[in-house]
């Protein structure tokens, strides 16, 4: 089933990266795209118990929903998690 999820703290290339490569470690999540420019990630799962396996894991590395809020703790996690996404591009 395709999915989408639009997120918080999303800003460049660096952002996507992480959350790609974190996405994929979810077995049954495939065919991930990150639009950037308006902060939606796009993904298919085998069912709802995946999608919010992707969500958890977005809110873990720093890039809730639009619908969770988006403590300091959230945009600290952010700032790491895209410099890592930068380094290992």
């Known amino acids: 089933m395709q999915n989408s999820?639009?997120?918080q703290n999303l800003k460049c290339c660096g952002c996507a990266n992480t959350?790609?490569?974190?996405?994929?470690?979810?077995d049954t999540v495939s065919d991930i795209k990150i639009d950037i420019d308006n902060s939606i990630i796009s993904f298919?799962?085998?069912s709802n118990e995946d999608l919010l396996k992707v969500h958890d894991k977005l809110?873990?590395?720093g890039y809730p929903s639009i619908d969770d809020e988006n403590s300091f703790a959230s945009k600290a996690k952010s700032?790491?998690?895209c410099a890592t996404g930068k380094i290992s591009s």
């Open 5 to 7: 999820i639009t997120v």
């Open 19 to 26: 959350i790609k490569n974190k996405i994929s470690e979810i």
């Open 44 to 46: 298919s799962t085998k």
């Open 59 to 61: 809110k873990a590395i």
């Open 79 to 81: 700032f790491i998690s």
